[in-house]
């Protein structure tokens, strides 16, 4: 994502500067600031630098880790740094896009052409572990997979923990889109209310199953824990139909037990290819669990599972 010469604000004074930390020397936004102490516990516990597998084997019950750092950044993509209540803009994959400095860190935001607020939803991405925000965007060319989803949505990324024992960054889903949308100055929309998370971004999604416009969750190979509650957020009484879809590589044998657990679930060796999408039960069921035929990493890297899985959400097309 390339620094647009025009649509920035004002850089505010250098000392905010310092609230936004750096992965890299070339001066991108690390997680953003934290938000307040949260007692998330930490996903699974990390593997060697070395490795890039499990994004988590639980940490001893009641434990309060310290952030783990010891696994290097997957990513060296740097972006420029940006400060507190500072905005940039521009155009890509043929829609509109800001990036917001906020006190929690960056957020993007990725709106397409045709889009309408009274028919569009929201979709809110997480990204996983070793990266930012700036980086998930750039490196898995996310206004591109959102583009080819087909959706009217006010596509949503902001920062999330990026390492064992980190805060949650934002633990209020409400507050989240409504801080966009005031930055931004567009209407909420109306339409259902997505989130899609890549594996250490399901600790952030369990902190917002108590929201009440939360419609479907795309869990990109993140099912290291929490299957009771999503199992009580599937079951609960609500006024929308929820829906969950479990993608899985190194979460497998977690998400294939779920989905046993589960009436009414349906299974898939792989998932299709856009063309062809979900078809038949797998576009209604209230649990779809899919084997991956990618790795961890290439589920959210190669652009070939999350715009089949937002295609098959109750989202409105765009016109």
């Known amino acids: 994502m390339r620094r647009p010469a025009q649509g920035r604000g004002a850089p505010l004074a250098a000392p905010l500067l310092a609230l936004l930390l750096a992965a890299c020397a070339a001066g991108w936004p690390g997680h953003g600031a934290p938000a307040a102490s949260q007692a998330d516990a930490a996903p699974p516990a990390v593997q060697p630098a070395a490795s890039r597998q499990g994004q988590g084997q639980t940490q001893a019950p009641g434990a309060t880790p310290a952030p783990d750092r010891t696994q290097l950044p997957w990513s060296r993509t740097p972006v420029p740094l940006l400060a507190i209540g500072e905005v940039e803009t521009g ?149 929308v139909a929820r829906r969950l879809v479990l993608v899985s590589d190194e979460t497998r044998d977690r998400a294939e037990s779920l989905a046993a657990a589960t009436p009414g679930a349906v299974s898939l060796p792989r998932v299709p290819p856009l063309r062809q999408g979900l078809e038949g ?39």
């Open 281 to 319: 039960a797998a576009r209604s069921a209230r649990l779809v669990a899919i084997r991956s035929q990618h790795p961890h990493m290439a589920i959210v890297e190669r652009g070939e599972v999350l715009p089949v899985l937002l295609r098959a959400t109750r989202l409105a097309p765009v016109r």
């Open 91 to 239: 155009q890509a994959s043929g829609g509109a896009w800001w990036r917001l400095g906020t006190p929690r860190g960056v957020v993007v935001a990725w709106r397409p052409a045709g889009y309408h607020p009274r028919e569009a939803g929201v979709v809110v991405y997480l990204h996983g572990y070793f990266t930012t925000v700036d980086q998930a965007v750039a490196d898995h060319r996310l206004f591109e997979q959102f583009q080819r989803s087909g959706k009217s949505a006010l596509f949503i990324a902001p920062e999330a923990p990026a390492w064992n024992g980190e805060d949650s960054v934002w633990p209020d889903l409400a507050a989240l889109v409504g801080e966009v949308c005031r930055r931004t100055g567009l209407t909420p929309p109306r339409g259902p209310l997505v989130v899609a998370a890549h594996s250490g971004g399901f600790r952030t999604t369990l902190l917002w199953l108590g929201d009440e416009r939360l419609e479907e969750i795309l869990l990109l190979d993140g099912l290291y824990r929490g299957e009771e509650q999503l199992r009580g957020w599937l079951e609960a009484p609500s006024q």
